[in-house]
Nanobody, 120 residues
Framework: QVQLVESGGGLVQAGGSLRLSCAAS????????MGWFRQAPGKQRDMVAA???????SYAESVKGRFTISRDNAKNTVYLQMNSLKPEDTAVYYC??????????????WGQGTQVTVSS
């Protein structure tokens, strides 16, 4: 069983910064791609940023140049550095990881979500 535990959310003023972390734990062989999604009230969950195990990254257009995703493979942890935050970044942020289980099955896992609120 895999668990993704997120931390780092909170309340920040527009223009400020936050850093989210997500650590994968449990019984698995490896972690492939990891990413961050967000969901604002009344809206669908959208991808924010993703990173492969080799370090290739991709970003939603709305966060390019402001957010940076990174990972520490030794710690099975992914980070999201968020700078120049805007009120429209307010949402619940979810961590996602494609985990290779001990049965050699790739399974997508989600964290519980962390609230990010940006005040104007």
């Amino acid at each position: 069983q895999v668990q993704l535990v997120e931390s780092g959310g909170g309340l920040v003023q527009a223009g400020g910064s936050l850093r989210l972390s997500c650590a994968a734990s449990g019984s698995f062989l490896s972690v492939n791609a990891m990413g961050w999604f967000r969901q604002a009230p009344g809206k669908q969950r959208d991808m924010v940023a993703a990173i492969t195990s080799g370090g290739s990254t991709s970003y939603a257009e709305s966060v390019k140049g402001r957010f940076t995703i990174s990972r520490d493979n030794a710690k099975n942890t992914v980070y999201l550095q968020m700078n120049s935050l805007k009120p429209e970044d307010t949402a619940v942020y979810y961590c996602n990881a494609d985990v290779v289980t001990t049965a050699w099955v790739v399974r997508g896992s989600w964290g519980q979500g962390t609230q990010v609120t940006v005040s104007s």
